[in-house]
């Protein structure tokens, strides 16, 4: 966990030197530095089940939490990123698929999401490529994977990301059951790219935004029901309709 903070401590100020505008020369009035873009980072964990700690839900849940009270990306929007498996050194052969995948489950007929390695979108809060990557970050054990969703602060819009699976776990692209799925957790990472934040409380353990994952967990794949509320009340895509069920 230290080591998991202190990476995010050194991107976050990465962020801040380039998202950051100050005035040239502050009269009396001056006010503190404005930033015109923030992140809101996302750390996802393991957990035993699907359902992590508590009861295990045997129906879904309704439950979806919006993220700032509800930044978004433009209804429409088209957004391409790049993706490296350079890290993945486990069952990676079908990984950059699968990663895509996780991202058409969010499109919903409202937005596109798009690989494009050679000419991905820019994400003003890194001056960076909108992307989806394998790195160090705490080690095994830890943190599975977090996301950085950009946003603009005056418009509330979102405007870039990027997503971080631990190099250090071990994963699948098949859904292996003694490792973690790259699909499975992508699609909650993504998630959050949309606007979703965690859903915490043990009833919302069906659904693709319950905040841990387990080993062998396919579940998060297929949005729940209130994966879909939630992107209802961002979107108003109309698709309200009952998920997979539990068990995945």
């Keep these: 966990m230290h080591k998991l903070l202190i990476a995010i401590a050194f991107f976050a100020i990465g962020v801040f030197l380039v998202s950051s505008v100050v005035t040239a020369a502050p009269s009396p009035k001056a006010t503190a530095p404005i930033s015109a873009f923030a992140e809101e ?19 879904e849940s309704s439950d979806f939490q919006l993220t700032q009270g509800g930044i978004k990306w433009p209804n429409g929007a088209t957004v391409k990123y790049a993706v490296s498996t350079a890290g993945c050194s486990d069952d990676c052969a079908d990984a950059v698929n699968q990663i895509d995948l996780s991202f058409d489950a969010w499109e919903l007929g409202v937005l596109t ?12 809060c890194t001056g960076s490529a909108n992307s989806v990557s394998f790195l160090a970050v705490d080690g095994a054990g830890g943190a599975l994977a977090f996301a950085s969703v950009c946003r603009n602060v005056a418009t509330k819009e979102i405007v870039g990301f990027r997503i971080v699976y631990d190099s250090a776990e071990t994963w699948s692209d098949s859904g292996d059951a003694a490792k973690l799925d790259i699909r499975n957790t992508g699609t909650h990472e993504a998630g959050h790219v949309a606007g979703l934040g965690h859903d915490n409380p043990p009833r919302s353990g069906c659904l693709t935004m319950y905040k841990f994952a387990g080993l062998g967990e396919t579940q998060k794949r297929t949005l729940g029901l209130g994966d879909k509320l939630g992107m209802d009340a961002l979107y108003s895509t109309g698709d309200i309709t009952v ?3 539990c068990g995945l």
């Design 41 to 59: 980072v996302f750390v996802d964990y393991a957990a035993p089940s699907h359902a992590g700690p508590g009861p295990h839900p045997t129906t």
């Design 243 to 245: 998920g997979p069920g």
């Design 113 to 124: 999401f798009t690989r494009n390695d050679g000419s991905p979108d820019t994400n003003p």
